[in-house]
T-cell receptor, first 110, second 118 residues
Framework: SQQGEEDPQALSIQEGENATMNCSYK?????LQWYRQNSGRGLVHLILIRSNEREKHSGRLRVTLDTSKKSSSLLITASRAADTASYFC??????????FGAGTILRVKS | GAVVSQHPSWVICKSGTSVKIECRSLDFQATTMFWYRQFPKQSLMLMATSNEGSKATYEQGVEKDKFLINHASLTLSTLTVTSAHPEDSSFYIC??????????????FGPGTRLTVT
């Protein structure tokens, strides 16, 4: 089964700018995770936020979670060309299976 | 730690042949492995959940006779695409959940296998 939505589908910014991606999901969750995928490669885990958390930071990453709106956002500050990748959220909506969002393709221009 | 490998990383095969993809957890044991499929510029779709020593659980719409999954040991799961056709061309990604994991969502992903069927 497929999952919630992410927006924007694609985002192009200049190096140094901030990038914000959003993710929505459908049912209740225990946690939500964000992953990065470079073109043609596997997934790299970025951050996990639990349902009782509202915000979490990791380096240049900031994740928020609004369970009332069933949405999350990923903010990458001071973006770099190396941040160019696809970003996916994933939830545990279906128990022990991860349900992935549609993804946002981020391009950071140098 | 928590490294998952896939082999091969890419494969080209002729229509009608079968292809086997291996997924290995290199430094941990995994009772559960997952197989995903990803089309270009799209998200990951779960195909099946593979448990060591038992039959795989397939997602709705995934043909179990087409995509054979074997999880013979705690470090190896294989996906065999039988009688491959061009529409099976895709990026196949596996993930593994550590045997000792207390979280159902702790998964480590392999680098993926690009399958092209000509």
């Amino acid at each position: 089964s497929q999952q919630g939505e992410e927006d924007p589908q694609a985002l192009s910014i200049q190096e140094g700018e901030n990038a914000t991606m959003n993710c929505s999901y459908k049912t209740s969750i225990n946690n939500l995770q964000w992953y990065r995928q470079n073109s043609g490669r596997g997934l790299v885990h970025l951050i996990l936020i639990r349902s009782n958390e509202r915000e979490k930071h990791s380096g240049r990453l900031r994740v928020t979670l609004d369970t009332s709106k069933k949405s999350s956002s990923l903010l990458i500050t001071a973006s770099r060309a190396a941040d160019t990748a696809s970003y996916f959220c994933a939830t545990d909506e279906h128990g022990n299976k991860l349900v992935f969002g549609a993804g946002t393709i981020l391009r950071v221009k140098s | 730690g928590a490294v998952v490998s896939q082999h091969p990383s890419w494969v080209i095969c002729k229509s009608g042949t079968s292809v086997k993809i291996e997924c290995r957890s290199l430094d941990f044991q995994a009772t559960t492995m997952f197989w995903y499929r990803q089309f270009p510029k799209q998200s990951l779709m779960l195909m099946a959940t593979s448990n060591e020593g038992s039959k795989a659980t397939y997602e709705q719409g995934v043909e179990k006779d087409k995509f054979l999954i074997n999880h013979a040991s705690l470090t190896l799961s294989t996906l065999t695409v039988t009688s491959a056709h061009p529409e099976d061309s895709s990026f196949y990604i596996c993930s593994a959940r550590p045997y000792t994991s207390g979280s159902p969502n702790e998964q480590y992903f392999g680098p993926g296998t690009r399958l092209t069927v000509t």
